[in-house]
């Protein structure tokens, strides 16, 4: 059957709810940047057969890039990327126990031939740019939103009051 074209093209996928409060800033950021998305908790664990279902019709519904958050025993990201060569981004979500380090090193060590593109502990902001990048280099408009983002972001921090001093200095 057909896959329906839902408009996404970032796809974001967790292990859990309770992964939402982390992974929607990355929902947020891409909706800054006016890149569709869709956001689901499907843990590689319980549900494999329905996340296999998710990975196998993304990239007929447009679905360019994956964004796999999960905690702890973090098989996600490297479970999506093991079923498709589309991009996948690994975000290690913070945990009680190992404070997120647990998660890291769980999505970064993944095997050779098969990568995960892994960003810092918490990093959600940062995958979806990473997400955009790479759309970005198919998208003329999307890369100037982009350069807006990047240029916005380095006039706020000369713009603030603690570096009035610098101003206008050599
Ligand atoms: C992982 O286990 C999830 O990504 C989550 O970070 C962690 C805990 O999940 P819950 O027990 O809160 O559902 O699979």
Redesign the pocket.
């Given at each position: 059957m057909a896959e329906q074209e839902t408009g996404a093209r970032v796809g974001i996928v967790?292990?859990?709810?309770?992964?939402f409060p982390v992974m929607e800033k990355a929902v947020e950021m891409l909706g800054r940047l006016e890149v569709p998305c869709e956001l689901h908790a499907i843990?590689a664990?319980r549900a494999p057969e329905l996340l296999f279902r998710f990975i196998a019709g993304a990239e007929e519904r447009g679905i360019r890039v994956f964004i796999g958050?999960?905690?702890?025993?973090?098989h996600?990201p490297g479970v999506i990327a093991a079923k498709t060569i589309l991009p996948v981004i690994g975000v290690p979500?913070p945990?009680q126990v190992g404070g997120g380090l647990d998660s890291l090193l769980s999505i970064v060590q993944m095997p050779r031939g098969v990568p995960v593109a892994t960003v810092a502990i918490g990093g959600a902001e940062n995958a979806a740019l990473l997400a955009a990048e790479i759309l970005a280099i198919s998208d003329p408009a999307l890369r100037a939103r982009l350069t807006a983002f990047r240029e916005a972001q380095t006039l706020a921090i000369e713009e603030d009051a603690s570096n009035a001093d610098l101003r206008g200095a050599p």
């Open positions: 967790c292990g859990s709810r309770s992964d843990s664990h958050g999960a905690g702890g025993a973090a996600l979500i945990t």
